[in-house]
């Protein structure tokens, strides 16, 4: 089995995670709530929670945040995003795996721009379950099949 490029960004770009998510995780601000939605996706894949509370705007963040090492988030897929003035939106799907179950996350979020950073407003998360089949595709994106990529976890 081919095992991912540890130095890979998770949010999919492709790119390297010094130069994708990880300078946002740095303090760089984001530029486009796209950018910031995808720095947050992987930050909690890398357990950011600090990160993850700094973006998320104050009126309505939580006091905190939680460790969940049962969820092992494995692929994000931007649908829609875009901006106006202000405000941003991004439309994602995130796919996780909680012990053998697997979900799907949809999310149609909110953002918004204040003194030129970008902060997480809210969204309308959906949680659907999948049962990936052994000869189906694998959630995880890899276009292997699920029994010879994750299926064997």
Sequence with gaps: ????????CPCGSGRPLASCCG?????????????????????????????????WHPSTRPASLDP????VWKRL?????????ERGRVHFRAT??????WSVLEESSRFVRE??????LDGNPAVHRLKPGRNAPCPCG???KF???CGLA
């Design 1 to 8: 089995m081919t095992q991912p490029d540890p130095t890979a």
């Design 77 to 85: 897929e931007v649908l829609e995003s875009g901006e106006e003035d």
């Design 142 to 144: 890899s276009g292997r």
């Design 147 to 149: 029994k010879a990529c």
């Design 96 to 101: 996780c795996r909680e012990g053998r179950r």
């Design 23 to 55: 300078r946002y995780h740095a303090g760089e601000p984001a530029p486009t709530p796209e950018a910031l939605m995808r720095s947050r996706y992987s930050a909690f894949v890398l357990d950011l929670a600090d990160y993850l509370l700094a973006t």
């Design 68 to 71: 969940d090492p049962a969820t």
């Design 115 to 120: 003194a030129g950073r970008w902060f997480y």
